[in-house]
T-cell receptor
């Protein structure tokens, strides 16, 4: 597709529940990035992929967060045992060249 | 210490009143500096990439410039549809080969008709 598609738009979870977010990158883009936006404008890098391989995972909280990009499937970001501080908007972006990033509209995760 | 600092946090302009947004950065080696526009409820939309001091890029009413310590986004004769949050981000040269972006907190621009 011509846009990065993120689903769902909104996700509500009770503390301790699992959350799974999906991202379909633009067709032909081999790089996928996940960012977390908290407190309106604080973006935090989580992880990036080159095709199905992890490219950079230096931002990932390893204990509860995991991510995958498998062939012919949307990429996913999973949070096990969500905590209140995981409430944020999670953005996925795809790129052809690691420079110009195209962002999706985000998934708003609310942990109650 | 923040690597990317944007000012002002918020800016109200009358339609047609030109102004500039500032982004100052501290990195050991700059691979690129990026400007994005973000509308409410949407993801950031790419505007410009600048790579070296002295570089300038223009798009419609926007012009981005870069020095060794800061970048400016100049808005000439803004219109209400230019209202958005403008984000600056840097990509640092790193031995680990990371291409992650470090974002500033943005400038929320409101253009009043």
């Amino acid at each position: 597709g011509e846009e990065v598609a993120q689903t769902p738009k909104h996700l509500v979870r009770g503390e301790g529940q699992k959350a799974k977010l999906y991202c379909a990158p633009i067709k032909g883009h081999s790089y996928v990035f996940w960012y977390q936006q908290v407190l309106k404008n604080e973006f935090k890098f989580l992880i990036s992929f080159q095709n199905e391989n992890v490219f950079d995972e230096t931002g990932m909280p390893k204990e509860r967060f995991s991510a995958k990009c498998l062939p012919n499937s949307p990429c996913s970001l999973e949070i096990q045992a969500t905590k209140l501080e995981d409430s944020a908007v999670y953005f996925c972006a795809s790129s052809l060249d690691l420079e110009k990033l195209f962002f999706g509209s985000g998934t708003q995760l609310s942990v109650l | 210490e923040d690597q990317v600092t944007q000012s002002p946090e918020a800016l109200r302009l009358q339609e047609g009143e030109s102004s500039s947004l500032n982004c100052s950065y501290t990195v050991s080696g700059l691979r690129g500096l990026f400007w994005y526009r973000q509308d409410p409820g949407k993801g950031p939309e790419f505007l410009f990439t600048l790579y070296s001091a002295g570089e300038e890029k223009e798009k419609e009413r926007l012009k981005a410039t870069l020095t060794k310590k800061e970048s400016f986004l100049h808005i000439t004769a803004p219109k209400p549809e230019d209202s958005a949050t403008y984000l600056c981000a840097v990509q640092e040269i790193s031995g680990a080969g990371s291409y992650q972006l470090t974002f500033g907190k943005g400038t929320k621009l409101s253009v009043i008709p």
